[in-house]
Every structure is written in structure tokens, then in C-alpha cells.
């Protein structure tokens, strides 16, 4: 069982600058890809990156990419996600979640999902 908490989360200044982690208990933390989402009042849970068991490659949504890095340090059983140059859009409720098949963009893919940290980005 991976048991997802995530950290991190605050305010901060269009152009800032944030990084979040996710903490996760289990011995197969390793095993599991893993995925950032956020979702922001009235609105759907939207994908922003994600990470492989492997940590070999990753996947952004456009909307980050070029800005945001999703890491894995799986000795520490954290993943985090680096972002930069923060935009008043970025400001949302950011989960992480361990992926259970099909693709890492859709939130149906996941098993587990942590309680979220909230991220805020003033203009």
C-alpha cells in the first residue's frame, strides 16, 4: 500500500518559484509511477506531470512544460515537482498519486492519491 503525503504548498509570487513533495510509506513505492495533479474550485482535476517507476522519463502537460520538473527519489520514498516561473493559473489544490495502469494523463489511471497541498499564486 503506498500512502501518499503531500508537502510543500504555499503562497507565492507570479514568477516564483515552489517545490512540493510527496511522501509515500511502502516497500514498493519504487514500483509505482508516479503522477502530479491539481484541480482548482469548480473545476476537474487536470494532470501536470507524472514519472515512471523507472524515473527514466517523464511527461508534462503543456501547460507546465519548460517550467515545472517532476523528480523521484525512491531511497527516500518522495517524489517532488519543482516548480518555476508560477503563473496565477498555477494556483490549485496539487495531489500526487501512485499510477496503476493506462495513461499516466488521466486521473482514472491512478490507485492511490494522497490529501493534496495547496498551492497559491498571487498575481
Known amino acids: 500500500q503506498v500512502l501518499p503525503v503531500e508537502s510543500g504548498g504555499g503562497l507565492v509570487q507570479s514568477g516564483g518559484s515552489l517545490r512540493v513533495s510527496c511522501a509515500t510509506s511502502?516497500?514498493?513505492?519504487?514500483?509505482?509511477?508516479m503522477g502530479w495533479f491539481r484541480q482548482a474550485p469548480g473545476k476537474e482535476r487536470e494532470f501536470v506531470a507524472a514519472?515512471?517507476?523507472?524515473?527514466?522519463?517523464?511527461y508534462y502537460a503543456d501547460s507546465v512544460k519548460g517550467r515545472f520538473t517532476i523528480s523521484r527519489d525512491n531511497a527516500k520514498n518522495t517524489v517532488y515537482l519543482q516548480m518555476n516561473s508560477l503563473k496565477p493559473e498555477d494556483t490549485a489544490v496539487y495531489y500526487c498519486a501512485a499510477h496503476n495502469s493506462g495513461s499516466y494523463y488521466s486521473p482514472l489511471s491512478y490507485l492511490y492519491w494522497g490529501q493534496g497541498t495547496q498551492v497559491t499564486v498571487s498575481s
Open positions: 514519472i515512471p517507476w523507472s524515473g527514466y522519463t517523464t
Open positions: 511502502g516497500r514498493t513505492f519504487g514500483r509505482y509511477g
